[in-house]
């Protein structure tokens, strides 16, 4: 657990003099809360005596003042301590997504609510681990030692009673609960990661009819998740819960056994009996500081299985450029012959037995239910997913003999729901060829059919599309990402279901439109829809594992 937490600190180094800061200001505040109720107790036994008033005057002022600084050094140290968090966090999160970028395509490493819950609820560990623990343990530690130090000053005695009663309170009964934590902490992030991932797969399987059946499944999925989230959840409160007993005895039985002491060395008269006040208040004013201690460890065990999960990402080696030649300007003829498809990591192919030759202007469908591999075929193209048997060949030698980035560079790609940017549709477009002319990007958008439309519009090409592409319809969003993949411009386009989630007549429309569009491309199309499959020269039909010619 501890090098998973110091790991996850070390990547907050940019914060740390603000960090450094912020334990300092808490250190402050704690022991000002701590000596003001301790002076508190003192000037109240040292005035029963009746001494003369100025003698009670620096008790006074130091009331005052520990009474006043322990609000300001408060808020001061939530100020820096958050703008330590933040900056973390931002630092954190830049480093995962440049992480992400470098071993793009992600989708092939982890599934997609997994994912989704790595950048999120796993990256706000970091500011919880240093606002929640670092913090308070590290100011915590640094207040209990100069307890110690002063009532050992005044009653050696008493301070060995202090220590030993915050070993045990405030350091053995909180480490021992994170053990326990330490295990449980992994298995509920598993769980949350579960969940978030059975709930992201149902949202996005909702819009298929074909899929309706499964939610029932998942919804009851879901609730067992929940339910064993709980369980966790409970089993934490009953342990932290027990901690915080074991603090409060510990040090309730140290100010009794300190006022046993306190009153037999007040009786020798080698203590003051303000002093043997102030020994007797001191393991209460620290009641809150190692209190503090078992939520602080708590924060570590949770931050520390969140740690595992970000460094699983970062710790992920990138993939190594395979050397070779660039790929010739023509690239045909681009074959699978018998290939096997996996994903890596995976142990089985997804798909056997595929056999596809690309030539310019052939238009290939690839059809079948979900689930039999037809993104795979795709993906095993372009590189993402391994061919692990028979042959992919590339200009007709085997692809292996090319760079991986120069046989990706033969295949533009249209995606099932093209994502679009806050941003104009003229840039949307202009994202597969950052240097296109604006008179490139017009031929995109009217071999898209797209023209009438953006005519239409006030400001024509260069209206937002607003985020994620809310102010666009589903087939108007559909063409814009057939637009983006024509203006690449490669040799080949894939489309992967073009026609999802839109309706029969856009459907038919866009399918139309894209068939036109291809022109000389190899076009490769992956739909369930078989009412387009008579459009097309060839059809791989993944269902029945042949190959039709048309």
């Keep these: 657990m501890i090098s998973d937490v110091a790991r996850l600190i070390r990547l907050a180094r940019p ?44 008790a006074v002022v130091a009331v005052r003042f520990f009474g006043i600084s322990r609000g300001v050094l408060r808020y001061a140290e939530r100020l820096v301590g958050h703008d330590a968090a933040f900056t973390a966090l931002a630092t954190v999160r830049q480093r995962l997504y440049a992480q992400l970028e470098r071993l793009a395509p992600i989708g092939r490493l ?32 640094l207040v209990m030692a100069a307890a110690v130090i002063a009532a050992t000053i005044i009653l050696p005695s008493a301070g060995a009673v202090l220590a030993t009663a915050l070993v045990i309170g405030a350091i053995l009964g909180p480490w021992t609960v994170a053990r326990a934590d330490q295990r449980e902490s992994a298995q509920l992030r598993d769980v949350q990661a579960r969940r978030a991932d059975l709930i992201a797969e149902t949202v996005l ?122 790929v010739p300007a023509e690239p045909w003829p681009i074959v699978l012959r018998d290939a096997a498809l996996t994903w890596p990591g995976a142990d089985e192919p997804s798909v056997r037995d595929v056999d596809l ?35 992919y060949l590339v200009a007709g030698a085997p692809h292996a003999e090319y760079a991986a980035d120069t046989v990706r560079s033969i295949y533009a790609w249209c995606d099932q729901q093209a994502h679009l940017f806050d941003t104009t549709i003229a840039e949307n477009v202009r994202l597969s060829r950052p240097g296109a002319s604006d008179e490139q990007i017009a ?69 139309r439109d894209l068939l036109a569009a291809s022109g000389d491309r190899a076009l490769v199309v992956v739909t369930h829809d078989r009412r387009y499959l008579g459009d097309f020269d060839v059809v791989l039909d993944l269902e029945a594992t042949q190959l039709l010619a048309r």
């Design 15 to 58: 914060a740390r003099t603000r960090l450094i800061g912020a334990i300092l200001l808490a250190a402050g505040a704690t022991g000002a809360a701590v000596a003001l109720l301790a002076v508190s107790g003192w000037l109240i036994a040292r005035a029963s005596f009746e001494p003369p008033v100025l003698h009670l005057m620096v």
């Design 110 to 141: 982890w599934r997609r609510g997994d994912l989704l819950d790595r950048l999120v609820a796993d990256v706000d560990a970091v500011p919880n681990v240093l606002t929640r623990a670092v913090v308070p343990a590290v100011s915590g530690v």
């Design 357 to 391: 030759h690309l030539a310019p202007g052939r238009r290939i469908a690839i059809a079948g239910p979900s689930g039999s591999g037809k993104s795979t075929v795709l993906a095993g193209l372009m590189e993402y997913a391994d061919v692990t048997g028979g042959d």
């Design 443 to 511: 031929a995109a958008l009217d071999a898209a059919r797209l023209s009438d439309w953006i005519a239409s519009l006030p400001h024509g090409a260069e209206t937002m599309v607003g985020q994620f592409g809310v102010r666009v319809s589903g087939g108007q969003r559909q063409r814009i990402g057939l637009a983006r993949a024509l203006l690449a411009d490669r040799p080949v386009l894939l489309a992967d279901e073009p026609t999802a989630s839109l309706d029969r007549e856009t459907a038919d429309r866009l399918m």
């Design 205 to 326: 399987a909702a819009s298929d009819p074909g899929l309706a059946e499964i939610g029932p499944g998942r919804l009851a999925a879901v609730a067992d998740l929940d339910v064993a989230e709980a369980r966790l959840v409970r089993r934490a409160a009953r342990r932290a819960g027990v901690a915080n007993a074991a603090t409060m005895l510990s040090l309730t039985a140290a100010s009794a056994v300190i006022w046993w002491l306190g009153s037999g060395a007040t009786q020798a008269g080698t203590l003051a009996a303000e002093n043997a006040t102030l020994l007797v208040l001191l393991p209460l004013g620290l009641l809150e500081v190692s209190g503090a201690m078992q939520p602080a460890v708590a924060a570590a065990a949770q931050a520390a299985a969140s740690a595992r999960r970000i460094f699983g990402v970062l710790d992920t080696p990138a993939e190594r450029a395979r050397p070779g030649a660039e």
